[in-house]
């Protein structure tokens, strides 16, 4: 008896060493390794020390959800493409707002060759999905130059903060739009436009904030999934709706002198 | 919802008390020894804690357990701790006697509902939200495990307890399960969820 027991303990035990890694504790376990803390930061410092060129290209996808292989595809298509400046993924990368899907989303996107921000969508906040967000790609508002450029991006995802009158934070909004010498157009991106779990207290002071400054030459957003550009604005700020990564379309944005070229491209 | 992970806490170890105080006591048959938990669990990992604590009875001839587990997750493991009940129901199907002192269970199947604490892990969506805005609850997750269990005499004779078991499963829970279809670039590996542990007989 002694034997079989010993070999029993001693396949259990090869068994559970092999197995490191299954090991699953809480579907709420934050616990991210280097290459998924910072992300946002670690990409806009290779992004800025690039070569800036003339015209600047932008991939964007984004409703990410639970459609993850498609997401491999958009990342490997990018990688084909030579002219793409940064990717932008527009949200709801954790369809759930699991830390695993964060996991898996930033898995995918590791593999682009250009630098990728990853904007906050009402998904990602599901849960503890905030706290991952903050660990994985930093700050939920926050912004950069690039090109003379300023690229806003903006947490407005009211409903998941019970409309508590700060989301979208429009202060800060209309701080980044304040003119300064070192911008002078801005492009503001964010996940859910105005509409259904935007708070709709805010939603006049959103459009108001954009047009004050005059300095605002686009506005793209995600959440509906599907794309059209359209101008809801009386100062005609054009409104990009990009395409959700289920419908294997991306949007390509191109900024050069005083134009902007949209077009969408099949992966 | 720190009131209620306290209050966890002191189930937790009422529990553990009554079923010292029992094996210890066992000579003495009681009017109320039918309430009492017919074993205790320690379990490493399996989705339900970093270490958790159960409690549970056994019924149809010990072929149906169900157990009651709390579980931690301390800060440090996670970005923040965690705390969680679940309450499984395993059958198990096979029974191999291997001697006097030992019995394989190889063939145990498992469903279980596991509850998160915190406010942010609700289980009915909040009222600020539109009606079915989500269809799931961050709260209250369902999953599936299979196991097995060595179960043997050891302390019987030196101890009130009737022995103990080792035991590991394997699982999987609803949301691993919704993200994983339709997605094969995801592994299997990253959707399972093992854990371990020993079981004292009462």
């Known amino acids: 008896m002694g034997t079989t027991f010993k070999i029993i303990l001693l396949f259990s035990t090869m068994f559970l060493i092999s197995c490191e890694g299954l090991f699953d504790y809480s579907p709420y376990q934050i616990d991210f390794d280097s290459e998924n803390k910072g992300v946002n930061a670690t ?20 409703d990410t959800h639970n459609d993850f292989d498609e997401l491999g595809c958009f990342v490997d298509k ?44 009402n998904h990602d906040l599901v849960g503890n999905g905030l706290e991952a ?5 930093g700050d939920v508002d926050f912004s950069f130059v690039y090109q003379d450029i300023k690229f806003v991006f903006l947490n407005t995802n009211s409903l998941e903060f019970a409309y508590n009158g700060n989301v979208p934070n429009l202060e800060w909004l209309s701080q980044q739009l304040l003119p300064s010498e070192d911008f002078s157009r801005a492009v ?44 809801p604005t009386a100062d005609s700020i054009p409104f990009v709706n990009v395409y959700g990564v289920e419908h294997r379309m991306m949007t390509l944005v191109k900024i050069y002198q005083d134009k902007i070229d949209v077009e969408n491209e099949a992966f | 919802m720190l009131k209620m992970r306290h209050f966890s806490h002191w189930f937790l170890l009422l529990c553990i008390l009554i079923f010292i105080n029992n094996t210890q006591a066992q000579s003495h048959v009681g009017k109320y020894d039918w309430l009492l938990p017919d074993y205790v669990k320690l379990q ?24 009651f587990f709390y579980g931690y997750v301390p800060k440090g493991i ?53 009606p079915e805005y989500y269809w799931w609850s961050p709260g209250r997750n369902a999953g599936i495990f299979i196991g097995g269990e060595l179960k043997t005499k050891w302390l019987a004779r030196k101890t009130p307890a009737s022995g103990i078991a080792i035991y590991a499963r394997i699982g999987t829970r609803g949301l691993y399960l919704a993200s994983k279809v339709g997605n094969s670039s995801i592994p299997i590996t990253d959707i399972i969820e093992l854990g371990f542990g020993i079981a004292l007989y009462r």
């Not at chain 2, 490493?44 to 157990?67: E, K, M, N």
């Not at chain 2, 701790?81 to 006097?100: C, G, H, M, P, Y």
Request: net charge negative; proline share 4%; glycine share 8%.
């Open chain 1, 43 to 62: 990409n806009l410092d290779r992004l800025l020390k690039t070569n800036q060129s003339d015209t600047i290209t932008i991939a964007f996808t984004g």
């Open chain 1, 78 to 121: 990018v990688n084909t493409f030579p002219n793409i400046d940064f990717v932008i993924h527009i949200g709801d990368i954790a369809d759930f707002g699991l830390p695993k899907q964060y996991l898996w989303g930033n898995g995918y996107l590791l593999n682009l060759e250009v630098p990728y921000l990853v904007l906050i969508g």
């Open chain 1, 133 to 137: 967000y903050k660990e994985m790609f």
């Open chain 1, 188 to 231: 503001v991106v964010f996940h859910m436009p105005p509409g259904i779990g935007f708070d709709s207290e805010l939603e006049l002071g959103f459009y108001q904030t954009l047009s004050a400054h005059n300095n605002v030459i686009m506005a793209v957003h995600g959440h509906q999934h599907h794309h059209e550009v359209y101008y």
């Open chain 2, 44 to 67: 490493y990992a399996g989705g339900i804690g970093f270490l958790s604590a159960g409690v549970g009875y056994t019924f149809v001839h010990q072929r149906i357990d169900a157990t």
């Open chain 2, 78 to 130: 996670a970005i923040d701790d965690l705390s969680s009940v679940s309450l499984q129901f395993t059958a198990k199907l096979v029974r191999i006697r291997l001697s006097e002192n030992y019995q394989l269970l190889p063939l145990n199947f498992g469903w279980f509902i596991h509850h998160t604490f915190g406010s942010e892990y609700w289980i009915k969506l909040p009222s600020h939200y539109p």
